[in-house]
């Protein structure tokens, strides 16, 4: 069940009708009954895997809380991360950890049939495996008590507004909102419609849109111009941001709506002075979760230069393969960590250049050229991240130059109507000046926030939708992985 489709807003309107009427402990069972639905809906089957998980981390969470030895509460953590992290090795990497063994094998000169699992990926199992996995090491670390409610850990676990594609929650922050009934004031329910619509806005006018045109060109870039090539890695740039924010904005309108809070998960990323920067605004909730689980785990910054770097890189390399089990997401793991250990061993060399070019005298240009260079190494960066493999990927980069020629046909081929071409391009310039002036209020136009205009700017995202969405089961990215 998708967010942008009909069968979603039945569900949701129904689950909300029922929520108004009930309070307490049956409330909380009809959101664990409508989110164990919700997740069935893709496949009936890997409800268990939910389940699975959630038995064994709560009462891994009672047990090292529970145990008074320090070695059996690591014996307890280390059992319940060997569950979760097997459950995604199962399913998630066993079939690329066996065929690179074999092609390792084959560069040696041996023979090796490599064994494959014919499993389908259950939806979102990076995301609820690593939410689970933020519960029990928290216990652990005495951050978050365990959790004494088998409901309320369950419905931590499956809240379907975040199951799927988080964002990815703290214990800390949503455990603690299952306690109480949350108020259903209007101010509330208007503020997460309006999310809601800004995320489908994002999703079905800007994101599906460029989807059609993006898989054509990736498919087989040999066959296009470097024109074409670049259109295609900048119109993906723009066709992740607004799929996989859309998502977070309505799944953030759909909670709310509700009355519970989840976290911001975007924060403008395109507009980044740097790439570390851009780490702190692109899906906060995971670069944070590998900021404290694994780079800090590591020994963080406070270690020798070396070692320093080697945190960075190895951290970014996990974080490309929780992405997906493929070398191009280890490769763009890698060049992110690269782009951050160059930035760092280069600070004072640039510091330099901004003073001989007196950059420092012109602040505005100066962060108007740091982010057009942040924007455009982290787009190339996305050529990995969707690329068939890392040949495709290589050949992409390599052919932007020449340009060449640019065929409009091929829009019409890749699902862009021509005559909707204008309309698309305004939509994205749209986008970023109103995102612009969320991240810069003082700056907007005072009626902006205006209750008339807030009105008027979301029926027109309303009317978008209508007549420019693309409808239909279009996935969300982010559901891979």
């Not at 962060?367 to 050949?395: E, H, M, N, P």
């Not at 807030?454 to 982010?478: K, P, T």
């Amino acid at each position: 069940m998708l967010f942008n489709t009909f069968h979603f807003l039945f569900f949701f309107i129904a689950v909300w009708v029922l929520i108004l009427a009930l309070r307490g402990v049956p409330r909380k069972l009809l959101l664990l009954i409508a989110s164990y639905y919700f997740y069935m809906c893709w496949n009936a089957k890997y409800i268990l895997v939910i389940l699975g998980i959630t038995v064994i981390d709560y009462f891994a969470g009672l047990l090292i809380e529970k145990s008074a030895e320090h070695r059996s509460k690591k014996l307890y953590l280390a059992l319940s991360l060997f569950c979760n992290i097997g459950l995604l090795v199962v399913f998630k990497y066993f079939n690329f950890l066996s065929l690179s063994t074999a092609d390792l094998f084959r560069w040696l000169g041996l023979g090796y049939d490599a064994p494959l699992l014919h499993t389908l990926l259950p939806v979102g199992l990076s995301f609820h495996t690593f939410q689970a996995m933020s519960y029990t090491i928290d216990v652990y670390r005495g951050k978050a008590p365990a959790e004494r409610s088998l409901l309320n850990y369950a419905l931590y676990v499956a809240f379907f507004p975040q199951m799927v594609a988080g964002p990815i929650e703290r214990p800390r922050e949503l455990l603690p909102q299952f306690y109480r009934d949350p108020s259903l004031r209007l101010e509330r329910v208007r503020s997460g419609m309006e999310h809601a619509i800004w995320g489908l806005f994002k999703k079905m006018v800007i994101a599906d849109s460029l989807a059609g045109f993006v898989k054509m060109v990736y498919s087989t870039p040999q066959s296009f111009s470097g024109a074409e090539l670049a259109v295609a890695t900048l119109a993906f740039s723009f066709q992740i941001y607004c799929d996989f924010s859309g998502y977070s904005e309505i799944a953030l309108g759909v909670a709310r709506m509700m009355g519970y809070e989840l976290r911001v998960n975007f924060a403008q990323p395109y507009f980044s002075c740097s790439v570390a920067e851009f780490w702190h605004r692109w899906h906060i909730s995971l670069s944070t979760w590998f900021r404290d689980y694994v780079y800090i785990a590591l020994g963080g910054n406070r270690v020798a230069v070396p070692r320093y770097y080697f945190n960075l890189l190895a951290t970014f390399i996990i974080s490309g393969l929780w992405h997906g089990a493929d070398w191009t997401f280890v490769a763009w793991g890698a060049l992110h960590g690269a782009f951050l250990i160059f930035s760092k061993m280069t600070s004072d060399l640039r510091l330099k250049v901004r003073e001989f070019l007196f950059l420092d005298r012109f602040p505005m240009l100066l962060a108007c050229l740091q982010r057009i260079s942040t924007f455009a190494l982290v787009t190339v960066a996305w050529v990995l991240f969707r690329a068939k493999d890392l040949g495709s990927a290589v050949y992409i980069v390599t052919h932007f130059l020449p340009l060449g020629h640019f065929n409009l046909y091929n829009l019409n081929e890749g699902g862009i109507p021509r005559v909707n071409a204008p309309f698309l391009l305004f939509f994205i310039l749209a986008m970023f000046v109103v995102e612009w002036w969320i991240m810069h209020p003082h700056r907007a136009p005072r009626a902006f926030s205006s209750p008339p205009a807030r009105w008027f700017f979301f029926q027109a995202c309303a009317y978008s939708i209508v007549f420019f969405g693309v409808f239909g089961h279009v996935d969300f990215i982010y559901f891979q992985f």
